[in-house]
């Protein structure tokens, strides 16, 4: 009877364990037409080594994912050392991508460990996204990084509040100054630039968000409490003649955001919105208000999203600030993508300067080959002012090769 029973309950405890895993090896090649600069190089390859697994038994669930890369530009570290927080300058050799522990219950997810927060309903800008810090080593191709937190999510299904609390700072990665993507505009005079390290701020960030979903409509209210992951800079000059000599520290100012987002279907459309208004409570950096609207079209095999992101200065700060966020705002953003059959795709995204100033522009074409391979080829154009944020990498328009083995 006892080993009846005993056998019985081992067989419900193995049905609800369920183990899944992923990954692929790529190879990245990119090619650049023009020099930068600062940088005549024509020619970046890189590869890629990806594994995820999640593991879930009852209401338990465990992820987590490890990264493996180099590439030909060093902007790849080349060090054997395993990288938690991802506070490098460059990308390191090998990196925990995630690794958190999740407890699920109908109305009720609470999530430790390092993970990805994401926030908005919005396309390729997303104002109050301040949980979801990026790799901007290449300024427009983007990867999300995963932030150490604790993350409770409870409601039904009209409403679900949503807490964020992360007691370490994660910073975007933004470009290297001794390559292309630099965010320092090219000087008519010699240059020498050094970094200092930064001092990571000591203080945990908060966020808490509000969503509701009504009769034919969704929208949410959010607050953030804690840092920029995109740094500001200050500077001192060592020598001035005949080389510019300085150093530049990046500093990460106070940042306090309330935002809003709203989702409205309407007739063949959906209408989407979201803003945030950003403060600096010390006055360390601008305080600004950032907005999206958009329209999207699911159309057959075709997906079609338009709109418009613009942004207000409130208050100018007295630092300068890489204001990636704000890179492709007063502009009309457009992304569209259509599926040729089960192995085939093409896909379109840009942003257009409201005043012609800048221009960036991506056509990509997609296809599979068997059950484990896939080629991409890219074609990125970029032009505008040198006084632009786009305009400033006018010189780095480039075509892209990626071949993926996923498994």
Not at 8 to 17: E, G, K, Y
Not at 48 to 62: D, F, I, K, N
């Amino acid at each position: 009877m006892r080993r009846a029973a005993y056998l019985a309950v081992t067989a419900t405890v193995l049905a609800a364990q369920d183990f899944s895993q992923r990954g692929f090896l790529e190879f990245r090649g990119v090619g650049f037409p023009q020099a930068a600069h600062n940088d005549r190089s024509h020619a970046v390859a890189a590869v890629l080594l990806r594994y995820e697994a999640t593991y879930r038994v009852g209401g338990w669930r465990l992820a987590g994912g490890l990264d493996a890369r180099t590439d030909t530009h060093h902007e790849t570290e080349r060090r054997w050392a395993l990288s938690l927080l991802d506070r490098e300058r460059q990308r390191p050799s090998f990196a925990v991508r995630r690794a958190s522990v999740a407890y699920e219950r109908p109305g009720l997810t609470v999530e430790l460990g390092k993970q990805f927060v994401r926030w908005g309903k919005t396309d390729i800008v997303n104002p109050t996204d301040r949980f979801a810090p990026r790799d901007y080593l290449a300024v427009v191709d983007t990867d999300f990084l995963a932030v150490p937190a604790v993350r409770v999510a409870a409601g039904a299904q009209s409403d679900t509040v949503e807490l964020v609390w992360a007691p370490l700072f994660t910073p975007s990665r933004i470009p290297l100054l001794n390559q292309r993507w630099t965010p320092v505009a090219a000087s008519p005079v010699p240059a020498e630039l050094r970094e200092r390290p930064p001092r990571w701020p000591r203080r945990p960030q908060f966020g808490a968000r509000w969503n509701h979903v009504g009769r034919g409509w969704e929208g949410s209210l959010s607050l953030y409490e804690g840092y920029h992951h995109l740094p500001a800079f200050q500077g001192q000059a060592l020598a001035r003649a005949p080389v510019l000599r300085a150093e530049l520290e990046p500093v990460y100012p106070r940042l306090r955001m309330y935002g809003a987002d709203a989702a409205l279907p309407a007739g063949p459309v959906t209408l989407k919105a979201e803003a945030a208004w950003l403060r600096s409570p010390r006055n360390q950096a601008d305080e600004y208000l950032l907005y999206v609207v958009q329209a999207e079209r699911q159309a057959g095999d075709w997906f079609l999203v338009g709109g418009y992101a613009g942004y207000r200065n409130t208050r100018l700060g007295p630092l300068p600030l890489f204001a990636a966020d704000r890179g492709l705002a007063r502009a009309f953003l457009g992304r569209a993508g259509y599926t040729i059959d089960a192995r085939r795709s093409v896909a379109f995204e840009g942003a257009v300067r409201r005043n012609g100033d800048g221009l960036w522009a991506k056509f990509e074409y997609s296809q599979s080959f068997g059950r484990h391979w896939r080629a991409t080829g890219a074609f990125t154009l970029i032009r505008g002012s040198p006084l632009d944020f786009l305009g400033r990498y006018r010189r780095n328009s480039h075509v892209l090769l990626v071949v993926r083995y996923s498994f």
